[in-house]
């Protein structure tokens, strides 16, 4: 049974609804509204069904006229035949209001009256009686049944005689075992040699070869094995649990020289030797404004057009004749004519392939093209357009989209609210190994310096040997660009570490306290990389989540990625939810994309990791000093990504 059916235009205005179940009127805007959200919006369309809550929906769009047609139902329910009431519904809605709409257009849809309640009565239930009318089951004939191809020869058995079947089926079984059984009853072994038949059946005799093939390997492996328990085992040392520093030959024996991850240092920067260094290296550009995040920069193709046209003016065209000129010029030109998948099939294929040479994940490339597709479809283009153009400008504004999600994440706004609540803003960084977790979370310490906030850094990173003194290393370069002196004698930066070793969720619960004690404005979590595989350190993290409940949760992962950043998402967000405690778990809510500057015009890693959370990608890392730090420009990543 239907839950609801309803037709209205992709502007929002409602054309008919039919209501299937007794309730208010307005019970099947919530799931609507979802479906007009999460998928029309977000340019999801490449699968026509939706799950909102208890029900399922499915949609059907109509290009020509911009309508959208959704039915709604249980989604415990088995419907065969929604998908042929759905086709049925569009195409009788089509042709008894089409002279309405293309006269009257949108004064068409706002003034008309849509009686259409007896017509969909009628193709429900026909949609209904064809779905339990079946064929009624044949059984076979016995000339098709498998017995019939056998002659009676073969069915009769002699009495004494093992049917040549059985014979196959134990030869297939392990030889081993019939080598044991030699082995352990030679005697009925020979007993079984006297009983051959003078005539030389060919598979006694096959197995008997087997038999003795078997007797030997068995001897083999038992006098190895012999030899081998005759060796006395040597006692082996129990092994130590947990790490040991390695000892060089020609170096220092005494470990406490080395051991920097002191708990008694926690914000003083005194116990630490000076490092010197080049505030130049480290800040990068000094003509940059100070606590500004600036967008990524990529040069459309456009300008590169114009550059190459300036450059070389002096270059003729190649002339061609009058009519050859016209003809090439209008070659490839629709006029008035509904796109149909035949004739985008071509196109969408080489976006595919092109989107996927790019980095994106090949089944986010399908799914992106299997939505333009249904976009465009039915769709009537104008006198001078292409199918290419067209199809092209559709998957620029579907990308465009994709990279600008539901909800937009700004940090600063953030932490000056969670100022007014007199309490720290919590951000934990996790991802897998090598990502650039710690260099990044130095980038937007400096940041947030920069822009008046002071910061404390939780060193979670109990296992990585040097996590504690690279963020210890960052703490002292970060103090020194940013001394007490410039900041009224406010200590900007400090780290809060309790060495190797230790619960990570323990630390965090520690340092938040300390930096809410100490009123420090932003709390960064740098926890220990993991592979999205490990299910004890997965479950690690849940558990620090869970129980600290930071505001942000960043996944930090590279550009460099293709298909295992949806791997990588997917999973991490799957464990975050099976091993919280909570009714609601608490899953990443935003994205660093680190290295992007290694990875050319190659920028598909962004579409994938956006499209497969719907999370926005906050920041971007895209060099080796505290400023190479940007936001998203989705403009910029869509012009690389179509760049040829």
């Not at 709604?72 to 042929?84: A, C, E, N, S, W």
């Not at 940041?447 to 960052?474: K, M, P, Y």
Request: proline share 3%; net charge positive.
């Amino acid at each position: 049974m239907l839950d609801f059916f309803t037709i209205f235009s992709k502007g929002g205005l409602v054309l008919w609804c039919f209501q299937g179940v007794r309730g208010p009127a307005a019970a099947a805007t919530a799931p609507v509204n979802a479906l007009i959200r999460s998928v029309l919006l977000q340019e999801r369309g490449g699968n026509n069904s939706f799950t909102h809550e208890a029900l399922t929906l499915k949609y059907k769009l109509d290009n020509q006229f911009e309508l959208v047609f959704v039915v709604g139902f249980q989604k415990i329910l088995t419907l065969t035949y929604v998908d042929k009431l759905i086709d049925d519904v569009h195409k009788e809605f089509r042709d008894k209001y089409r002279n309405e709409f293309q006269q009257k257009g949108t004064l068409g849809l706002l003034n008309g009256t849509f009686d259409f309640k007896d017509d969909f009565m009628r193709l429900l239930r026909d949609a209904e009686e064809s779905s339990k009318v079946r064929a009624p089951t044949v059984m076979k004939t016995f000339e098709q049944s498998l017995k019939s191809q056998k002659t009676v020869k073969c069915m009769i058995e002699t009495r004494g005689e093992k049917p040549k079947e059985k014979v196959k089926n134990k030869k297939n079984k392990g030889s081993k075992k019939e080598g044991t059984e030699a082995v352990a009853a030679p005697g009925k072994a020979s007993a079984g040699d006297k009983q051959l038949s003078a005539t030389g059946d060919r598979e006694e005799l096959t197995k008997d070869e087997i038999l003795q093939k078997n007797r030997e390997e068995f001897f083999k492996r038992h006098m190895k094995a012999g030899e081998k328990s005759s060796r006395s085992p040597k006692p082996e040392a129990q092994k130590e649990k947990g790490k040991k520093p390695r000892v060089w030959d020609l170096g220092n024996s005494n470990a406490k020289v080395l051991d920097y991850s002191n708990s008694a240092t926690n914000g003083s920067t005194e116990a630490c030797p000076v490092e010197e260094f080049d505030p130049d290296i480290a800040l990068g550009d000094r003509n940059r404004e100070p606590g500004r995040l600036y967008d990524l920069e990529y040069e459309s193709d456009d300008e590169a057009e114009e550059e190459k046209i300036i450059q070389n003016p002096s270059k003729p065209s190649a002339k061609k004749g009058g009519l050859g000129g016209m003809f090439g010029m209008l070659k490839g030109l629709v006029g008035s004519k509904s796109l149909t998948r035949e004739d985008m099939d071509p196109v969408l294929e080489k976006m595919k392939d092109h989107l996927i040479a790019k980095n994106v994940a090949a089944e986010i490339a399908v799914q992106l093209c299997e939505s333009v597709a249904k976009k465009l479809e039915g769709k009537v283009m104008g006198t001078f357009t292409t199918v290419t153009s067209t199809v092209k400008q559709a998957l620029q504004e579907a990308l465009v989209q994709i990279l600008q999600p539901q909800r937009r994440v700004d940090v600063l706004r953030d932490v000056m609210d969670a100022q007014r609540h007199r309490r720290p803003y919590v951000v934990t960084f996790c991802g897998v190994n090598g990502v650039g977790k710690s260099t990044n979370l130095a980038k937007i310490s400096f940041w947030l310096i920069e822009n008046g906030f002071s910061v404390l850094i939780a060193a979670c990173d109990t296992f990585r040997a040097g996590a504690v003194e690279q963020l210890r290393t960052h703490t002292r370069r970060l103090n020194a660009l940013h001394p007490p002196e410039s900041h009224g004698g406010r200590t900007m930066v400090q780290l809060y570490e309790k060495g190797y070793g230790k619960d990570a969720a323990g630390i965090a619960m520690e340092a938040i306290s300390y930096a809410r004690n100490q009123g420090f404005d932003v709390v960064l979590v740098d926890t220990a990389g993991r592979m999205q595989d490990n299910a004890p350190l997965m479950t690690a993290l849940a558990k620090l989540i869970a129980v600290n409940a930071p505001d942000l949760v960043l996944f930090v992962g590279e550009a460099l990625v293709g298909n295992e950043a949806v791997d990588q998402l997917v999973k991490f967000n799957k464990a975050l939810a099976d091993h919280s405690m909570a009714q609601t778990p608490r899953l990443i809510d935003g994205i660093v994309l680190t290295k992007f500057d290694t990875i050319d015009d190659k920028v598909g890693a962004a579409i994938s990791m956006t499209y497969i959370t719907s999370k926005p990608i906050v920041f971007v890392g895209t060099g080796q000093t505290y400023c190479d730090l940007r936001s998203l420009n989705a403009k910029a990543v869509v012009a690389a990504l179509m760049k040829a």
